[in-house]
């Protein structure tokens, strides 16, 4: 999929897709905002605001008042390419929170996710 697509969803209808997919393997929605939180600097009030919004999903990460400098050590494989790997910076925190939410639904337990 082109990157602009991508960057141009609304956050608010991608957002119950990550909670569909940790909810499916026994995990929640205060899960996932954790994680969303502590990867971006929002909020819980500020992450309710944008999903009531339409803020666009790269404009999500690129207001996000502080992305996590813990990120980089997140690495491993997300749709066949190494989130560590990607070179495009959006598309690359983009693809930080897939891998998050993909290791949350394994049942990693949230020290390990949040690389406490």
């Given at each position: 999929m082109d990157?602009?697509?991508?960057?141009?969803?609304?956050?608010?209808?991608?957002?119950?897709?990550?909670?569909?997919k940790?909810?499916?393997?026994g995990r929640t929605k205060e899960e996932v905002d954790e994680i969303i939180c502590w990867l971006t600097g929002y909020s819980a009030e500020a992450l309710d605001t944008l999903l009531k919004g339409d803020a666009a999903y790269g404009d999500f990460f690129l207001q996000a008042p502080e992305l996590n400098?813990?990120?980089?050590?997140?690495?491993?494989?997300?749709?066949?390419?190494r989130v560590e790997d990607i070179e495009e910076p959006l598309m690359q925190e983009i693809r930080y929170l897939d891998k998050l939410i993909d290791e949350l639904a394994k049942g990693k337990p949230m020290e390990r996710i949040l690389r406490a």
């Open positions: 990157h602009q697509k991508v960057y141009a969803m609304p956050f608010a209808k991608l957002y119950p897709l990550l909670v569909a940790a909810e499916k393997k400098p813990k990120r980089k050590l997140i690495k491993g494989v997300v749709c066949g390419v």
